[in-house]
């Protein structure tokens, strides 16, 4: 069976500055895809960036990339230059290749501080 | 293009009533699911579907029916409603094949009273 840890629920981080948001995985599939989710206030559910167990580097969408150590099972996700409207909850999920269902952590919470 | 389009967005049940949270989209996606939201959670799977014809359980189905007779529709019919359902549901959709994502619906409030 698999699992997402997310330590942190709540973070704050200060407009303009960078933040990680941590992601710990459990699994005994050799092969996987990591994801990421936004959640705003308004409730929707926004994808944001893709890890491959078996990419070489790690992935970058605009100001988002995936710090992904599969040797740790670890796939934060780190922010550059936060702005206001990164304020939502984010949660990190996991999908085996060979299988169909996802399994999402319980999220972590950020606000961004002016 | 619409996505993933789930009705009713609010619902306010009494105990015993039931109901049916409507899901369809147009990509043609092969795969269909259900979550329910609480705090603290995350997203737990209630029920899935990798094809019309094809559903399954996932990781909290009891009191939750679900069929998918064609491929664009999924509904999650609430059999007799109890306040521990009482949550924020979403519908989700991929395609079949490859590491595609999730494409979400805007999300169901339901709440038993």
């Known amino acids: 069976a698999q699992k997402i840890t997310q330590t942190q629920p709540g973070m704050f981080v200060q407009e303009k500055e960078a933040v990680t948001l941590d992601c710990t995985y459990d699994t005994s599939d050799p092969s996987y895809g990591l994801f990421w989710y936004k959640q705003p206030s308004s409730g929707e559910m926004i994808f944001l960036i893709y890890q491959g167990s078996y990419d070489q580097q790690n992935a970058t969408e605009g100001r988002y990339s995936l710090n992904f150590q599969k040797a740790r099972k670890s796939a934060n996700l780190v922010i550059s230059a936060s702005q206001l409207g990164d304020s939502a909850m984010y949660f990190c999920a996991m999908r085996p290749f060979y299988g169909q269902n996802f399994v999402f952590g319980p999220g972590t919470r950020l606000s961004v501080l002016p | 293009n619409a996505g993933v389009t789930q009705t009713p967005k609010f619902q306010v049940l009494k105990t015993g009533q039931s109901m049916t949270l409507q899901c369809a989209q147009d990509?043609?996606?092969?795969?269909m699911s259900w979550y329910r939201q609480d705090p603290g959670m995350g997203l737990r799977l209630i029920h899935y579907?990798?094809?019309?014809?094809?559903?399954d359980q996932g990781e909290v189905p009891n009191g939750y029916n679900v069929s998918r007779s064609t491929t664009e529709d999924f509904p999650l019919r609430l059999l007799s409603a109890a306040p521990s359902q009482t949550s924020v549901y979403f519908c989700?959709?991929?395609?079949?094949?490859?590491?595609?994502?999730?494409?979400f619906g805007e999300g169901s409030r339901l709440t038993v009273l």
């Open positions: 579907s990798v094809g019309a014809g094809i559903t």
């Open positions: 989700a959709s991929r395609k079949g094949q490859g590491n595609g994502e999730l494409f």
């Open positions: 990509m043609n996606h092969e795969y």
